[in-house]
């Protein structure tokens, strides 16, 4: 009996302290009607409850569009009632930028509305959601209390979308993930560029295609925006490309060339960062993430076939 | 100096002593309630910690099915003389064993990538030719980043055709030549629902003048093994291998 009444004090415990995790989320207003919600640019902590992604949203006079909804039921409830604290217009539509947790695993709390995101969004989410939940309890704890996953109800195709007397445009990239939907609204001059570019914080590369992605930064180059939102990191413009493709040069340069040497992935993981990479968010931890995702391809192009082999 | 430093000098002086007086093993800096029992199934009598045998590997896992590891024992061997063998054990893992290392006329000093199975201790006991076994340590976090996933086993259809394949090669360095090769095997742990293990028993490493360095690899050595050796000249190197339901493999790596 004792047992059970402190399993119980135990359960009731847990319950009050997760529903007291309170994210102190703040709207901040980038461009008329549009808005971020910026996160930390350190690793998903049990302090940050996860929060350490950027959330957008647009509000139109038809209504307020919503980009991504954070890593946890909690986060993505707390959003929603920023969003209508901070506007009359009601939310219409939600966007998933792509499969990573921290920005779906909010979708808990927009499940009476229509989420979208790219077909292959959906499928990645299918097929690796419940690894991202697991790993998330894990690390995250508490803050994560009753989430689910709520998957996309929409498939979206790039182009523009209407949203009241909005110019907004969809792009379907790839590169940090397989598909990375970014979203431009012509009308204010802001990018919301996903993971596809990153700000004083380290680029994460569990699902990166890195020469991709370089291609799909030139592509967002070439677009007309005068603000930029990161996935990660600090509200800024084009630089944050810049810092972005200078990492990633970097990076696959560094892993080229140890490959070529024929060091052993163990001797790269402690590898001095260049200084302008080193005060990075999340550095070194994820370079050294980084070392794990990506090395292998590098050393596989340096272990040829043998001229005399056998196999009995 | 600090607390910890001190303490831990005391720790070492009294280890040091228990050690002359009675061959007690040396009381374990990471408190693992594994240790006693694994000095004891992988090592001899005479046991001392010795930070000339390092590890170098990241501190968490990032993918628990390929954690790379570097055991250097190359100090150990400049200033104590030849290493006989080297024996890699982590505490926590379900088999605790990871391989044998012979080295040879190869350096003491061998990369390869195992399976964890949580935060464990990872230990390299390197035994000198007085039968000492110097036990280098780290401690890893197998609990990954964010966006870890549990990594797929090999479902590729063309396992076995491939199985027993060695591709590598060798890279020229000031002194000697460093190897890198990696054979086609699935490694089975036998812990996987009705999978038998099936793993590499033995590789044999070999040039002109004859035996070089010996790889016993176990369980937790990670599915298709890739290992990095460094070997007194670029010269020619002979593989030959056998896994436990015999089959036989073996290459030439030509610079």
């Known amino acids: 009996m004792s047992r059970l009444f402190t399993a119980l004090l135990g359960a009731l415990f847990s319950a009050a302290a997760a529903a007291d995790f309170d994210y102190r989320l703040e709207a901040q207003q980038i461009a008329p009607g549009v808005y971020v919600v910026e996160g930390d640019t350190e690793h998903f902590t049990f302090e940050n409850g996860g929060n350490i992604v950027n959330i957008g949203f647009i509000v139109s006079d038809d209504g307020v569009l919503v980009i991504d909804t954070g890593p946890s039921r909690l986060y993505g409830e707390q959003l929603r009632a920023l969003i209508e604290q901070t506007t009359d217009q009601p939310i219409v539509r939600v966007i998933n930028s792509h499969h990573h947790p921290d920005h779906f695993f909010g979708n808990q709390a927009f499940a009476d509305l229509p989420i979208a995101a790219l077909p292959e969004t959906i499928a990645a989410m299918q097929a690796e959601a419940g690894g991202f939940a697991d790993n998330l309890y894990r690390i995250v704890g508490n803050a994560m209390f009753g989430t689910e996953v709520i998957m996309p109800t929409q498939t979206l195709a790039p182009g523009e979308i209407s949203l009241g007397q909005r110019r907004i445009e969809l792009l379907a990239l790839s590169g940090h993930t397989a598909a990375d939907l970014v979203v431009l609204d012509h009308s204010s001059g802001v990018l919301f560029a996903s993971d596809m570019v990153y700000y004083q914080r380290a680029a994460t590369t569990p699902h990166a295609d890195p020469a991709q992605w370089l291609q799909s930064l030139d592509r967002l180059e070439g677009l007309q925006f005068d603000i930029l939102v990161p996935g990660h990191g600090p509200v800024s413009d084009a630089a944050a490309i810049a810092q972005t493709r200078d990492y990633l040069q970097w990076l696959t340069a560094h892993l080229a060339a140890a490959a070529a040497r024929g060091a052993d992935m163990a001797e790269l993981v402690f590898s001095p960062l260049p200084e302008r990479f080193a005060d990075l968010g999340a550095m070194p931890a994820e370079y050294m993430r980084s070392v794990a995702h990506l090395y292998p391809r590098y050393e596989e192009r340096h272990l040829p076939e043998p001229a005399v082999a056998n196999v009995q | ?255």
Request: with cysteine; aromatic share 6%.
């Open chain 2, 1 to 255: 100096m600090s607390v910890r430093a001190l303490i831990l000098l005391c720790a070492a002086l009294f280890a040091g002593t228990a050690h002359a007086a009675t061959t007690a093993l040396p009381k374990d800096p990471l408190h693992s309630g594994q240790w006693p029992t694994m000095a004891r199934l992988f090592l001899g009598e005479q046991v001392v910690f010795d930070q000339r045998v390092r590890l170098l590997a990241p501190p968490e896992a990032e993918d628990s099915m390929n954690f790379p590891v570097l055991v250097d024992a190359s100090q150990l061997a400049a200033e104590a003389g030849p290493i006989e063998e080297i024996v890699v054990f982590a505490d926590y893992n379900p088999i605790p064993l990871v391989l044998k290392f012979q080295p040879g006329r190869a350096a003491p000093r061998l990369g390869f990538r195992l399976k964890l199975q949580q935060g464990t201790p990872i230990r390299a006991g390197a035994r000198t030719a007085d039968g000492v076994w110097h036990v280098g340590h780290i401690e890893v976090d197998a609990a990954g980043g964010g966006c870890t996933v549990p990594s797929l086993a090999h479902g590729n259809a063309d396992w076995s055709s491939r199985l027993g394949e060695i591709s590598g090669g060798l890279f020229e360095r000031e002194q000697g030549a460093r190897l890198r090769f990696r054979v086609m095997h699935p490694m089975d742990t036998g812990l996987a629902d009705g999978i038998p293990v099936f793993r590499i028993e033995h590789i044999e490493l070999s040039d002109a003048d004859g035996a070089l360095a010996r790889i016993e690899p176990y369980e937790p050595v990670s599915e298709n093994p890739l290992f990095s050796l460094d070997l007194p000249s670029s010269s020619a190197i002979s593989l030959a291998g056998r896994d436990n339901n015999a089959n036989r493999f073996s290459a030439e790596i030509h610079p």
